[in-house]
């Protein structure tokens, strides 16, 4: 009896000992992992397939597709979207367009009586047939008006139209912080690289 005692107790510490190694190697591979790729931010995810979305609705012509993606309270501050959407429509022509995640940015910021909100900016490009600079910001949390929470900004611009930016800068635009809607064809502002700003 007390010998199968001990051989179940050695048998339970074994598994606890490969369980507690599986969770360990684990927690070294995403170390690794994060070390050559830098820190992992879900978020790069949420905003590339919020991108995904507007770019496939605007492949589509679909502007309600559009307009769900970006947050209740953009829409109502900006009475131009309809007309912005109609141009991204004519602007943006590329199927099947990969998104190069160049840089995103985080932010947060709480209001001291328990109510907090986040951001998230995303600057990149658009690999396909034509290739597009682009820049997204959006709300992702914010626990005082559920109605900030989704895409507030997005700006867009061939890279022909601009074929001296260079490949590994991300895209901004001067004024971008304050922009609400969809912008297409905005001229890059390149205070990143000490070049002439326009």
Not at 19 to 41: E, R
Not at 81 to 87: M, R
Not at 95 to 102: A, K, Q, S, W, Y
Request: aromatic letters at 8%.
């Amino acid at each position: 009896m007390k010998k199968r005692r001990i051989v179940s107790l050695l048998l339970a510490a074994a598994i606890l000992a490969a369980a507690l190694t599986g969770c360990a190697n684990l927690k070294v591979g995403l170390m690794l992992l994060q070390h050559a790729t830098g820190p992992y931010d879900p978020m790069d995810q949420v905003m590339e397939d919020r991108l995904n979305a507007i770019l496939e609705a605007a492949v589509a012509q679909d502007a309600a597709a559009i307009k769900a993606q970006f947050a209740p309270n953009a829409i109502a501050a900006q009475p131009e979207l309809d007309s912005q959407i109609e141009a991204l429509f004519d602007y943006y022509d590329s199927e099947n367009g990969e998104i190069d995640n160049i840089s995103g940015r985080a932010g947060s910021a709480s209001d001291g009586a328990g109510g907090k909100n986040r951001y998230y900016e995303m600057s990149g490009k658009i690999v396909s047939g034509e290739m597009y600079l682009v820049y997204i910001r959006a709300i992702t949390e914010d626990t005082n008006d559920p109605d900030n929470v989704g895409v507030w900004a997005l700006l867009l611009r061939r890279k022909a139209d601009e074929a001296d930016y260079p490949d590994g800068l991300s895209y901004h635009v001067k004024g971008e912080e304050d922009m609400i809607g969809v912008y297409v064809g905005l001229p890059a502002y390149r205070f990143d690289l000490g070049l002439p700003t326009e």
